[in-house]
């Protein structure tokens, strides 16, 4: 197959710029809005008061307050776990949100009971938690979280479903590794290793830095990246998976990724 080192894939369709429009918590506003998106966390405090951590679409991550969440009123349903995806129905006051209502849309209830799937999840949510930046939309990273769940779900092998998660995250903000050419030499790719500095051709790779990753196992990681998600599970079934030891390596080296943002 000519599969050449540079050609074009899904992956390349994403905007390769963070992008910062305006802190748009602001730009709505005072009265009713209707949102989607999902619960990220969700704190009670010592009263009894329950703040939801929302990430929104055109909104980014915000605190809702949901008052009387915990005083057995049931109109929230099953809409104010984390994890789960819903239609918001938001009051903006002067100050901050206020949940009214809310329909779930996705709740991911058949993971729930996988207790290594909704830990990952759980360990993905942390990360939003961590990195994005409140009041700032970031749409395509609220898209690639959902897809992220329902490779899960339909069950994609997790390490891939993360590897492709976060590469994509970090594409959206620019700062990717590519998996094609060498982030130092710029040589195309046939083995590598994933270091700091990015993938790295066996010149370049002298410190041996990350999992050496042979010619099929690279092919494979930039095969998820390019292959939609309706065809993930064929590729990527997470039985029989040859191997997980490479998805690890590169899932746990995306991770520091994101500190070196900070
Ligand atoms: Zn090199």
């Not at 998660?165 to 590794?177: E, M, R, S, T, V």
């Not at 998820?224 to 065809?231: A, C, D, G, Q, T």
């Amino acid at each position: 197959m000519a599969t050449s080192a540079s050609s074009g894939g899904e992956y390349r369709d994403i905007p390769d710029r963070r992008r910062f429009p305006s802190y748009s918590g602001d730009s709505i506003s005072q009265g009713l809005v209707r949102l989607s998106g999902v619960v990220l966390r969700r704190d009670v405090s010592a009263e009894g008061n329950v703040s939801l951590y929302l990430f929104l679409k055109e909104t980014g991550p915000v605190w809702v307050s949901a008052p009387g969440a915990t005083r057995g009123r049931v109109r929230f349903g099953g809409a104010i776990e984390p994890l789960v995806w819903a239609n918001f129905n938001l009051y903006k006051g002067t100050h901050r949100f206020y949940l009214q209502s809310a329909e779930v849309k996705e709740d991911f209830w058949s993971l729930r009971s996988d207790s290594g799937k909704i830990k990952r999840m759980l360990e993905w949510d942390r990360l939003l938690c961590e990195h994005l930046v409140p009041g700032l939309p970031c749409d395509e990273v609220l898209a690639l979280f959902y897809w992220a769940g329902v490779l899960l779900k339909e069950d994609v092998h997790p390490f891939v479903a993360e590897w492709r998660f976060l590469w994509k995250w970090l594409y959206n903000w620019g700062i990717a590794p590519s998996p094609d050419l060498c982030g130092e030499c710029g040589a195309a790719l046939s083995s590598a290793r994933l270091a700091a500095s990015g993938f790295l051709c066996p010149v370049c790779a002298r410190s041996h830095e990350g999992t050496a990753l042979s010619a099929d196992e690279l092919s494979l990681l930039r095969r998820s990246l390019e292959i939609p998600v309706k065809k993930m599970i064929e590729y990527f079934p997470s039985k029989p998976f040859p191997g997980d030891a490479p998805w690890e390596d590169v899932s746990r080296r995306l991770r520091l990724y994101f500190s070196m943002m900070q």
